[in-house]
């Protein structure tokens, strides 16, 4: 009923940019937040950034002034802008989908998409 394709990772130098995208479709009715995470080898899963269905944004403190989430409703797709990258930005970035509404009265609390890897170095 859902699918994602995220697209936009690769290899840069640090202090360069990037710009990943996250693009749903399928059969539902709305998508309350669209968010990004990451997780890098050993380590566990964490939020990058989040914005819900009325452009409401959250950001982890390590990305903040760096990075910018954005979120097209029209298209089902939700952007995130990577400025100013770091070695230790690198990671796989996992696409995540709140509360996808199929129809009424039927609900998906959450949906991840397969990630796509992000690569900072010189």
């Known amino acids: 009923q859902v699918q994602l394709e995220e697209s936009g990772g690769g290899l840069v130098q640090p202090g360069g940019s990037l710009r990943l995208s996250c693009v749903a479709s399928g059969t539902f009715l709305t998508i309350e937040a669209m968010g990004w995470y990451r997780q890098a080898p050993g380590k566990e899963r964490e939020l990058v950034a989040t914005?819900?269905?009325?452009?409401?944004?959250t950001y982890a403190n390590s990305v903040k002034g760096r990075f910018t989430i954005s979120r097209d409703n029209s298209k089902n797709t939700v952007y995130l802008q990577m400025n100013s990258l770091k070695p230790e930005d690198s990671a796989v970035y996992y696409c995540?989908?709140?509360?996808?509404?199929?129809?009424?009265?039927?609900?998906?609390?959450?949906?991840w998409g397969q990630g796509t890897q992000v690569t900072v170095s010189s």
């Open positions: 914005v819900t269905k009325g452009a409401g944004t």
């Open positions: 995540k989908l709140d509360e996808i509404l199929i129809r009424r009265g039927v609900r998906i609390d959450r949906f």
